[in-house]
Every structure is written in C-alpha cells, then in structure tokens.
C-alpha cells in the first residue's frame, strides 16, 4: 500500500515558474514517490525565495495537512526546501511539532526524523543548510558584480549610438577580472591568464 504524500517545489521567483524547475523537481518527486510506495496527491508550488518563510503555498499545504491526514511532504532536495539555515530550521521545527515528516528526494533521508532523533544527524541537516545559504549568497555576490550598474550602462549605451554612428559594426567587448572576456558581436569568448 502506498502512503500518501504532498510534493513540494520551489523556485525563487515568479519567472522561473515558466521555466524547467518546478517540472524538474515534480518529476523527482513522483520518481521517488514510484520508488519508495509514496503516492503523490498534490504537488504544491511556490514561487518564493527559500530566505523566507512566509510562502503562500507552503502555508496552504500544511493547512491541508492538518485537516486531511497526509503526514508526508516530499521535496527534490533541502536546497529546494530552504536557502538560509535559520528559515530551514523554522519550517522544519514547524512540521515536526505537529507531526509531520519531510523527506528529500535526492538522499532518501526522513529530514524531520534527523532532526528530531539523531544529534549527529540533526547536525548534517544544519549543515547543509548552511551550505546551501553559502551557496546562494555566493551566487547572489557574483550575479551583482557582474550586472552593470546604472552608470556603466548609461555610457555603454552613449558608447553604443557614437560607435554606430561612425562606424557599420558595433564589437562591445566585456571581461572579467580573471581575464576571460566576450565580444558580443562575434560570440568569441577568449581567456588570459589571471591578472595579478
């Protein structure tokens, strides 16, 4: 017999919702639901960063936990499930106190469980929060480097209409600080050694 389970996914923003992610993680879940004899009801989806815990999906899912007896949520894994190790700690405090059971899809492993029996493994689980908040805020620090602030793109476009003006072919070139760079008008991606 199999039990029945809620599939969670999310995605930071309502953007990504168009893309692949929310279908990548909804077919794990349904992958090792199949597995492991957890049937899927619903999957509940939210578009929300993972710093917060404050989703609206989440929030509808537990309520319905509450009232219809399924005890199991399912996730792709705990980066998909929280990005910052305090939020983590708070959702799954959340589910464990009314009895409720999470499960990462990718290790097989009963989150809630380790939280709450097994100091040794409460402690990976911390940790790989906090690695996924590592993650993210590196990922963050390096996507607001390389986006050009208001002023560099001011004179790149002013560069942009006196370059076309004098001459038929516009080659912006962009180059990071370990010497790789771009000329977007030929797609050519070129690396030097690193700058000293």
Same mark, same amino acid.
Request: hydrophobic share 40%; net charge negative; proline share 0%.
């Given at each position: 017999m199999n039990t029945p389970a809620y599939g969670y996914t999310r995605v930071s923003s309502a953007e990504q919702v168009k893309g692949y992610g929310p279908q990548r993680q909804r077919e794990d879940i349904e992958a090792f639901?199949?597995?492991?004899?957890?049937?899927?009801v619903r999957h509940f989806d939210d578009a929300h960063t993972g710093t917060e815990s404050d989703r609206p999906q989440f929030?509808?899912?537990?309520?319905?936990?509450?009232?219809?007896?399924?005890k199991v949520v399912i996730v792709e894994s705990l980066d998909r499930f929280a990005r910052d190790?305090? &939020? +983590?700690?708070l959702l799954l405090s959340k589910l464990a106190?009314?009895? !409720?059971?999470?499960?990462? @899809?990718?290790?097989?492993e009963n989150v809630t469980d380790a939280m709450t029996k097994d100091p040794m493994r409460r402690f990976v689980v911390q940790l790989q929060g906090l690695l996924?908040?590592?993650?993210?805020?590196?990922l &963050? +620090?390096?996507l607001k480097r390389g986006r050009p602030s208001a002023t560099? !793109?001011?004179?790149?476009? @002013?560069?942009?209409?006196?370059?076309?003006?004098?001459t038929s072919r516009l080659s912006w070139i962009?180059?990071?600080?370990?010497?790789?760079s771009l000329d977007w008008a030929s797609g050519r991606l070129s690396t030097l050694l690193p700058r000293f």
């Open positions: 639901g199949s597995e492991y004899c957890y049937r899927i929030m509808e899912m537990l309520s319905a936990m509450m009232s219809n007896g399924v190790s305090f &939020v +983590q700690s106190s009314v009895g !409720l059971t999470l499960i990462a @899809a990718n290790t097989g996924s908040e590592l993650e993210k805020n590196l &963050v +620090q390096k560099r !793109l001011d004179d790149a476009r @002013a560069a942009s209409r006196s370059a076309t003006m004098n962009a180059s990071d600080n370990y010497g790789a």
